[in-house]
Structure formats: C-alpha cells, structure tokens
C-alpha cells in the first residue's frame, strides 16, 4: 500500500508558467521527499524537508510541509519543457524498522510542459 | 560506477520461468533498496540490505521472491516461476550509510512476463 497521495494525478501546462503539486500522507514522517522520473527512468532526488521544517527552496524548486495537515506542496517556477516528467512524493515514517529509511511513495503527478 | 547500474534493463519472460535482476550499486554504498514501480504508479518497497544482510523483507510479494547480496555489494533479485502480476519495473537503489535520507536510483530493469 502506498503512503502518500499526489494531487492532481496529472497537470498540463505552457512553458514559463508555475506548477503545483500537493502530496498528503497518513502516519507521522521523520522527512518528506520529492523525486522526479522523466519516462523509462530511474528517479531522480530533488530536494529533502525535514519535519521540522516548513519550506525550503532549491533552484526553481520550493517544499512546503504541513505536518499538522499532513500535506506537502512542490512548486516548479517559470517551468520548462525539460521538466516535463512524474514527480513523485516520498516519506520516511517515524518507527522502529522505518528508522533506517524505508520510503513510501505515493503514486506521483504527471506533468506535461508544452513549449 | 559512477551511478547505480541495472541488468537487463528489458526482460520478456514467459509465465513460469524464472528470472534474475541484478543490481551494481554505487560503489562504497552500505544500503541498498529494491523497489517494484507498477505502470502508472509509485515505487513500493520490496527488501533492503545492510551491507550483506537483509534486514528488511516485509515488501517481498511471495515466497517466489528472493533476494540476496552476498559480498554486500552486487545485489540480485530473483522471481521464481514468474506470473503476469510481476509484470513491472523493479528498481535498484543505494545509499553511502546505514542512515540518512538520499537514496540513488538505478534505471530499473523492466520486467514483461506473457
């Protein structure tokens, strides 16, 4: 079973605009992560939030965290095609044999950036 | 290498057969994760490895699954008499310590049983 849920499930948008994707989990995390798999690849890490963090900004990239809500949110600024891929949530759960860092992901956001 | 390496990257079985997935993680790297990514979905956790021991195999599907890393490098999953369900992208990943965050993918090895 997977832990995380993204929103929207998929997301089209033009070159230079702005997008948001939102990732909710149910248990408590020690850290929530975002990847990105462009298609037939492995994943790629983008950025790491601890939990006891609330925003954090890498590049065009910026995290939110809301542990109260359980809810994450990446934002890609001024996007690009290249950017064009799934991006992927994943948390590290709070717990003895997560403590090593077992990740679950949630089933990712597709996005499509037309030039 | 310079990055997690997968072998094969495509694999065609036929139902019944047995299949063997290897993975090359970075060099130095103490964990190591498999993962299985059905089409559309996220990954879901299979097994992990510290150094040459498993001490996780909660996500392993059946008893048709096996993992090992003898050396504690070269990692290898092997799926005994192979179903359509197993049909998948099954993901290699590894890390330089026993903790952290930052897990290294491989380009997964994509598994097609018929």
């Known amino acids: 079973s997977q832990q995380g849920e993204e929103d929207p499930q998929a997301l089209s948008i033009q070159e230079g605009e702005n997008a948001t994707m939102n990732c909710s989990y149910k248990t408590s995390i020690n850290n929530l992560q975002w990847y990105r798999q462009n298609s037939g690849r492995g994943l790629v890490h983008l950025i790491l939030?601890?939990?006891?963090?609330r925003e954090k900004h890498s590049g065009r990239l910026r995290v939110t965290l809301d542990t109260s809500k359980k809810s994450s949110s990446l934002l890609i600024t001024a996007s690009r095609a290249a950017d064009t891929a799934s991006y992927f949530c994943?948390?590290?759960?709070?717990?003895?044999?997560?403590?090593?860092?077992?990740?679950?992901f949630g089933a990712g956001t597709q996005v499509v950036v037309t030039p | 290498g310079a990055g997690v390496s997968q072998s094969p990257r495509y694999k065609v079985a036929k139902r019944g057969q047995d299949v063997a997935l290897r993975c090359d993680p970075i060099s130095g790297h103490v964990s190591l994760f498999w993962y299985q990514q059905a089409l559309g979905q996220g990954p879901e956790f299979l097994t992990y490895?510290?150094?040459?021991?498993?001490?996780?195999k909660s996500g392993l599907p059946s008893d048709r699954f096996f993992a090992e890393r003898p050396e504690g490098s070269v990692s290898t999953l092997k799926i005994q008499r192979t179903q359509q369900e197993d049909s998948a992208v099954y993901l290699c990943?590894?890390?330089?310590?026993?903790?952290?965050?930052?897990?290294?993918f491989g380009e997964g090895s994509w598994l097609t049983v018929v």
């Open positions: 994943a948390t590290d759960g709070v717990g003895t044999t997560d403590s090593w860092g077992k990740f679950q």
């Open positions: 490895f510290q150094n040459e021991a498993q001490l996780d």
């Open positions: 990943a590894s890390r330089p310590g026993r903790s952290g965050n930052t897990i290294y």
């Open positions: 939030i601890r939990s006891n963090e």
